[in-house]
């Protein structure tokens, strides 16, 4: 069995499973579930064998190609780990056939793309799955229609930059798989390989949701079905990065730019995508601070991790590369796993906004677990994988001497401490609402997925070097260099750690504060109203848990901060009043004035071409 | 089988029809499945083959043509012309005083589609336009009257001016064959000034059957007011017929500069017809609009004129007239049950009608071209083809192409779009058009999806088209 028999099974399944999902929903949502579990699987422990398969004709000169290299294997074990993590997760929540039809073209698209070798695959299978998503993501709220039309727009933006790019790839250099590419792009002239890269750009930028183009992330994560925002944030974004690795590291773009002038060790082009980045660091952990709605904030946080991974993969290098690798993983991880504990408290409590609850640590402790380890992962505190990634993106930022990306990316992850914090006080923390008084812990099934991606953020996180000598496969499948590790200690240039030293020093200290805590006296529960009141009487029970614009101060300061998402929507009218216009000129109400433009258009040509 | 058969039984139950009033509806029944099937037939065989007229051989008289292209073409416009009256064939209120015109209609589109003669083609494009005005004065308001007259006025003029151009090239090349033409040109022996004023005059006149800037003035309100079945046939089968005749033509017999101001008209009336399309309110107008890009977007691929180009542009008026067919079938029907077809009139309308839903989704996404869909494929071929000339064009090209999966993604969202009110009672679909809607819907996924073999015949369509009334041409000279 072969992977191209898997994507067919994958592409078939669906209309199968709608069928079946017509007489009984959990049967297929099983199903597919099962599905994705056995792709993930088969994925995982047989890839990596390079083995590359052309396929049907598209049209007269052009395949499909399908490849597992290391790249492709990569790739695809992270996103179906997520979308199999969220197939199992989603069994309680509402079903329907239409959108296990939708889920399973998504499904089946995404991994067309991330088995790609040529770039019109991987932009047709890229398609499939997007326009399925677009559909799937007004399934069930009222407000995202809106939101998704702004999905639309810039998906098309993306889409059609990169068709301009690989139909002028193949005018110009002949063909459009990777390896082709990556040959005879470096004999092309400056202007071709500039306009082909910054279209293929233009494209991730979209899809990941960068600066500027990120105004589709707010809306489209929150709105979406809460059982599809995970797939939506750690799996759909990352084909993004599949497709800006290609073009960076295995075309790559370091070689094609070096005649370009270069700024600090870096050909200005990457640079200025890695600004976009940086920039996209600072604006998405900014608005994340300003949200109200939990989903609305991590989707604000997908943003400023797609900067860093823009921002890694874009600038190059060993521990960059490895490090922008690392954060695809860790992201994807982390990210699935936040909001599937959103999704779960949304479940139990019927609402997302953070003010409307508080105190759920003693009623769900499992989904507190997991979002907190997801957050440490955001924030970049060992024990966790987070810290791994950004500390070699650090390493590398450090040695290239670019001052203003590293403050970039000390600033996101700083910020990210306060944004990421919101939720957990406002959630998790504080006073629990008398209405949630009877709140239980989700169902098992949803336990389990997200109970696994915390574990194996905790893994990754304790033991690093077993993600980073496969990165190093992936790496070194494209010609960079490996990063130093050992079974422990990882070596970069400004020094070495070792993680489990780190994980030990971490357990010391956690159990020091346990054996404290719990030979400390035990707090006395006492109810609210029993209170010291100099004298005053009290009659009703404070709200002592301030939720509500937690950040205010920190909000004020950036009241006034332009908001990107007003350019689309005046753009939209703009092209609203030149069709105004061109119907004034061209559709006029009088039959006249038609043959009046007739006759002046043939007098018209006639001396043009004479 | 002589292909004059597919002309003359319409032409000759219309003649009937006009003396026996009560059966012309079932005339036009037996005149659509006579040309459905003997199309059908006519796609059997292969290969470019000429059929004189009355004895006379040509290039003295008239002769029919069929191509490999007509040989896809021809069937679609027929049987999509049948579609539409079994859909409509049980209001027969509608129908009755206007079955005659429709019949008409058939027998002119055949004969647009296979004629090899310019001055025969100029009587059948009069009869045609002559049937569509009709066709178009059809609506319930006032405004139809207003807007069959604005083409009316507009068509007359365009036929005109076709007429003209064919007596100047008369004049200069001593023949209406278009074989026997297109062979003195590519042979230089005409006028190089005499040829551009003739392809201009005849670029106009066909130009306002095909839609294109800036002659297509009256294509909103003709499509927007018309009745039901007017708005079908003229919509999905008149532009089958119209606009691969402008390709035939302009191509055989056209000035090479002329090509030139094809690609640049054709991709103006992409975007104008995608810009005005998007601001829009309600779905008929929309498709009106969404019809004139589409035919730009034909058009400007025949002045590119490469075989990839002419392939893409064959499969680009399939999808379109399959597509187009449903969307304007479901749109006419939920103005029927619905009363309006505006945004909010048409919320939650795909929970309503599952299988319009599903068949409107397939042929918007079809049309806006992505991927597993016919409209890709084509438009695939279309963007490839458009980087023969300059670079501007391609980019217009995807602009306008954004702004087009912009709104329609806004009808599809409106159809899904989560209930807020109370639940609204269930629609069902007529059965023909369910099952018109749903065969229609499968032939856009196949072809969609399909491997290349299968789009063989697509590519031999956009050879014929290039070479083989040309070629047909030298054979006939060579003979006499």
């Known amino acids: 069995m072969s992977i191209l028999t898997l994507l067919v099974a994958s592409l078939l399944a669906t209309p199968i499973l709608y069928l079946i999902a017509k007489f009984n929903t959990k049967i297929a949502y099983g199903a597919y579930a099962v599905l994705q579990v056995f792709s993930f699987i088969y994925v995982f422990f047989t890839g990596r064998s390079n083995v590359s398969y052309e396929v049907i004709g598209i049209t007269e000169r052009l395949n499909f190609n399908f490849g597992i290299t290391p790249t492709n294997w990569f790739f695809a074990s992270i996103v179906l780990l997520i979308i199999s993590m969220s197939a199992i997760f989603m069994f309680p929540l509402k079903k329907s056939p239409v959108k296990i039809f939708l889920l399973g073209l998504v499904s089946a698209g995404t991994l067309g793309a991330v088995f790609s070798q040529d770039f019109l695959t ?102 979406a079905p809460d059982e599809f925002s995970p797939i939506l944030s750690g799996a759909l974004t990352k084909i993004g990065a599949f497709l800006l690795f290609i073009i960076t590291s295995a075309l790559p773009s370091f070689m094609i730019f070096s005649k370009l002038p270069v700024f600090n060790g870096i050909p200005v082009v990457n ?140 600033f996101g992850s700083i910020g990210s401490f306060m944004y990421v914090f919101k939720p957990l006080a406002g959630i998790f923390l504080g006073q629990l609402k008398p209405r949630h008084r009877n709140l239980k812990e989700v169902p098992f099934v949803m336990v389990v997925p997200m109970t696994i991606l915390t574990l194996l953020t905790v893994f990754w996180g304790i033991l690093p070097s077993n993600a980073i000598k496969t990165i190093n496969a992936v790496t070194a499948s494209v010609g960079i260099n490996a990063v130093e590790v050992t079974f422990s200690r990882i070596v970069a240039l400004t020094g070495e750690w070792d993680s489990i030293l780190v994980t030990t020093v971490f357990a010391i200290g956690f159990f020091i504060s346990l054996f404290i805590f719990m030979r400390a006296k035990k707090a006395r529960q006492v109810d609210l109203m029993d209170n010291y009141t100099a004298g005053d009487f009290l009659y009703t029970s404070e709200l002592y848990h301030f939720s ?35 119907k004034a000129i061209f559709y006029p109400a009088n039959p006249q004035l038609y043959i009046g433009l007739a006759i002046v258009a043939i007098i018209g040509t006639f001396w043009w071409l004479r | 089988m002589n292909p004059v058969w597919l002309i003359a039984v319409p032409l000759a139950l219309a003649f009937i029809s006009t003396f026996a009033n009560r059966i012309s509806n079932w005339l036009l029944f037996l005149s659509a499945i006579f040309n459905a099937v003997a199309g059908i037939f006519l796609s059997f065989s292969s290969g470019t083959a000429s059929y004189s007229i009355g004895g006379w051989r040509s290039p003295f008289g008239i002769d029919l043509i069929v191509t490999d292209a007509t040989r896809i073409l021809l069937p679609v416009a027929n049987i999509l012309f049948f579609f539409a009256v079994i859909i409509h064939l049980s209001k027969k209120r509608a129908l009755e005083k206007f079955s005659v015109v429709y019949t008409i209609s058939l027998a002119s589109l055949n004969g ?78 005409l006028n190089g000034d005499v040829m551009l004023v003739s392809s201009l005059l005849m670029i106009a006149g066909l130009g306002v059957e095909s839609k294109l800037v800036p002659f297509n003035g009256w294509v909103p309100g003709v499509f927007t007011k018309s009745s039901n079945m007017a708005t079908l046939v003229l919509a999905s089968v008149y532009p089958v017929a119209m606009i691969s005749t402008f390709s035939r033509v302009i191509l055989a017999v056209g000035d090479r500069r002329a090509l030139d101001l094809v690609i640049v008209l054709g991709v103006a009336t992409v975007l104008i017809g995608e810009v005005i399309a998007f601001k829009q309110r309600n779905l008929r107008s929309t498709l009106a ?37 449903v969307l304007f079938s479901v749109d006419s029907y939920t103005t029927e049950e619905l009363g309006a077809d505006d ?33 890709f494929r084509a438009k695939l071929l279309a963007i490839s083809s458009s980087f023969e000339s300059l670079l501007v064009v391609p980019i217009v090209i995807l602009l306008a192409a954004a702004i087009e999966i912009t709104y329609y993604f806004r009808w599809i969202f409106a159809l899904y779009r989560p209930y807020k009110g109370e639940e609204r009672a269930r629609l069902s679909l007529p059965l023909e058009l369910m099952a018109i809607g749903v065969v229609l819907a499968a032939i856009l996924v196949f072809l969609g999806s399909s491997s290349h073999e299968t789009l063989m015949a697509f590519s031999k369509a956009g050879n014929a088209m290039v070479d083989a009334i040309i070629t047909l041409g030298k054979n006939l000279i060579g003979g006499v």
């Open chain 1, 122 to 223: 991987l932009m047709i299978f890229w398609e499939i799955s997007t326009w399925a998503s677009l559909i799937l993501i007004i399934q069930d709220k009222e407000k995202s229609l809106k939101e998704a039309i702004k999905y639309v727009a810039i998906a098309s933006i993306g889409t059609y930059s990169m068709l301009f790019a690989i139909f002028y790839m193949l005018d110009k250099l002949g063909s459009i798989e990777f390896s082709t590419v990556a040959a005879r792009i470096g004999g092309a002239t400056a202007e071709v390989q500039l306009v082909i890269l910054i279209s293929l750009g233009v494209m991730v930028l979209a899809k990941m949701g960068v600066f500027p183009l990120h105004i589709w992330l707010r809306g489209s994560h929150s709105s």
């Open chain 1, 271 to 410: 640079y200025a995508f890695a600004l976009l980045g940086g920039i996209s660091i600072v604006v998405g952990t900014v608005m994340a601070i300003r949200m109200e709605d939990a989903k609305e904030l991590i989707a604000f946080s997908t943003v400023s991790n797609s900067g860093y991974i823009v921002m890694a993969l874009s600038i190059g290098g060993t521990y960059a590369t490895a490090g922008g690798l690392m954060h695809v993983l860790n992201h994807a991880m982390a990210s699935a796993a936040m909001f599937m504990a959103i999704a779960a408290v949304a479940y139990r409590t019927g609402t997302t906004k953070m003010h409307e609850m508080g105190g759920l640590i003693l009623k769900m402790p499992v989904t507190f677990a997991t979002y907190l380890v997801a957050i440490i992962s955001i924030a970049g505190i060992p024990p966790t994988s987070g810290f791994v990634s950004k500390w070699l993106i650090y390493q590398q930022l450090v040695q290239n001497g670019l001052p203003f990306l590293a403050f970039a990316a000390f």
């Open chain 1, 548 to 582: 509500y614009r937690m950040y205010r101060p920190f909000d004020r300061l950036f009241e006034k901060w332009p908001s990107m998402e007003d350019w689309l929507s005046s753009l939209s009218d703009k092209i609203k009043e030149l069709g105004a216009l061109l």
């Open chain 2, 112 to 189: 647009i589609l296979l004629t090899n003669d310019l001055f025969n083609l100029f009587v059948f494009l009069e009869i045609a336009g002559v049937a569509a005005y009709l066709l178009a004065m059809t609506g319930k308001e006032g405004e139809s009257k207003v807007a069959a007259f604005k083409y009316l006025l507009l068509g007359s003029v365009g036929s005109l001016l076709y007429l003209l151009g064919v007596a100047v090239l008369y004049a200069a090349a001593g023949t209406l064959n278009i074989s026997a033409i297109a062979t003195k040109v590519s042979d230089g022996l």
């Open chain 2, 289 to 325: 609009y969404s019809s004139i890009a589409q035919s730009g977007l034909a058009i400007f691929l025949v002045g590119i004129g490469t075989v990839e180009a002419l392939t893409a542009s064959v499969m680009l008026i399939i999808n379109n007239a399959l597509a187009k067919f």
């Open chain 2, 343 to 375: 945004l909010e009139s048409l919320y939650g309308l795909g929970r309503m009608a599952p299988v319009a839903g599903l068949i409107f989704t397939v042929s918007a996404l079809s049309i806006s071209g992505m991927p597993l869909f016919l409209g």
